[in-house]
């Protein structure tokens, strides 16, 4: 019933001789925000400029709006606002002067969103681009990226190394798409509690693949993590079936694992000890579970 | 509305609403016929997509405690929502294993965790006295 909004199949990358993305799908439905989690270097920006129309597919294919954004750029970008951590905006303009810049290529340019924007962030419009201090030139992109009303709404690690005031601007910005026109988003972010609240869905890639994507609250719900208490001490973590990430030692160790909780229970008890506590597991384990490094994970029995 | 997440504890952001929510029409904090914020005012507050709101607003509809009212809000319904005793049961019940768990760890006996909860109940009355009372009524 929810409307595709992107659907991108199978698709794979290659830099020289680097994979970047290897046989990703990802769909975004309409209405929804969109989570992409992973490390630096994952391929969280790669599948982004794929839907720009920035890069072409190797292999696979990438719609947007059921178009090829490199095919027909027009038609994708001009239903798009985009925000990236690089803010790539023309240095030498005034404020005022990328307002009517943006607004040249958007016949559906909302002015008083812009200015109330504008007022809110206390930009001034006179100054220039250059001389905007780093969260300054981030709300004079958010503004150029909004102000449209775009049907879809990418942001890039839009909050990378801006300040709280800022950060919710953005987040802020996000909400309103949502809430006032039932807007699609799309924001990439390695801040997790920032993800946590704001998507409905959450995709975690994970060297240029697809390690989980879900509904956020399913996702969520698949995994706990459980304190066990064993009455002998263990010096490696011990083996337990559906264990993904195991931290402790000794005779106490926590937990993040999937599956139902009686199969752990089970398991934990087969080894002489017992389930002390469990809750589901926060975005963050999940994460560390399914993308941490290789030594913390175990070997799922 | 005063609400607040708790991200770390594992509890659908959603859920957490619903459960407070709930909490506060329990006890007066909500009286009958009070109009929940609306669903863009609420999201923007607590920082959350706005279909969380929609989800946690379409449970306390299912469970009762709130009704729609066309063109209009969300509003507390009359009937003060009512949880069956064994569910109430339940909820404290996965406390007390935890607390029962943590104390039998950090070497507690039973009658010490009994004596522990009843002074930190008496402390906190000190400081703040219960929800309901402060409403003046149960």
């Known amino acids: 019933m929810e409307q595709t909004v992107v659907d991108v199949e199978d698709l794979s990358r290659s830099f020289a001789d680097k994979t970047a993305l290897d046989s990703v799908s990802f769909r975004a439905t309409a209405g929804r925000v969109h989570g992409l989690v992973g490390s630096n270097g994952a391929g969280k920006t790669t599948l982004i400029r794929h839907l720009l129309g920035l890069l072409s597919a190797t292999s696979g294919s990438v719609r947007v709006f059921g178009l090829d954004p490199v095919r027909n750029p027009v038609g994708v970008l001009g239903r798009v606002g985009y925000l990236s951590e690089e803010r790539e905006l023309p240095e030498w303009m005034r404020v005022d002067e990328l307002m009517a810049y943006t607004q040249a290529f958007h016949p559906t340019w909302d002015e008083s969103y812009a200015r109330e924007l504008l007022d809110t962030f206390a930009l001034d419009p006179a100054k220039r681009i250059k001389d905007l201090s780093k969260g300054m030139r981030a709300q004079a992109g958010l503004i150029a990226a909004v102000a449209h009303r775009p049907q879809l709404l990418i942001l890039d690690e839009p909050s990378s190394g801006l300040d709280a005031v800022v950060r919710r601007d953005i987040l802020d910005a996000i909400v309103r798409a949502v809430a006032d026109d039932g807007r699609t988003v799309i924001f990439s972010s390695h801040l997790l509690d920032e993800v946590e609240r704001m998507s409905d869905h959450v995709t975690l890639i994970h060297q240029g693949r697809v390690a989980l994507s879900g509904v956020l609250d399913d996702v969520r719900g698949a995994y706990q993590r459980s304190r066990i208490r064993f009455v002998e001490p263990f010096d490696e973590p011990p083996v337990l079936a559906t264990a993904l990430l195991m931290e402790g030692g000794g005779r106490t160790w926590s937990v993040v694992h999937s599956g139902s909780l009686e199969q752990f229970r089970h398991s934990v008890l087969t080894r002489g000890g017992e389930v002390v506590e469990s809750r589901d597991a926060t975005l963050e384990e999940i994460f560390l579970a399914r993308a941490g490094r290789s030594r913390a994970q175990v070997k799922a029995a | ?138």
């Open chain 2, 1 to 138: 509305m005063d609400i607040t997440l708790n991200l770390a504890d594992g509890v659908p952001i959603y859920r957490q609403i619903v459960n407070q929510v709930t909490y506060m029409v329990a006890s007066g904090l909500l009286e009958p016929g009070e109009e929940l914020p609306p669903i863009r005012t609420l999201a923007l507050q607590l920082t959350v997509t706005p279909n969380t709101i929609v989800k946690a607003y379409h449970e306390l509809e299912i469970a009762g405690v709130v009704h729609k009212r066309r063109g209009a809000g969300t509003f507390v319904s009359e009937r003060r929502p009512h949880m069956a005793l064994r569910d109430r049961r339940r909820v404290i019940d996965q406390r007390i294993d935890a607390l029962l768990a943590e104390a039998h760890q950090l070497n507690f006996t039973t009658n010490d965790i009994i004596r522990m909860v009843r002074e930190r109940k008496a402390s906190m009355d000190e400081v703040t006295p219960e929800p309901a009372e402060v409403k003046g009524k149960r």
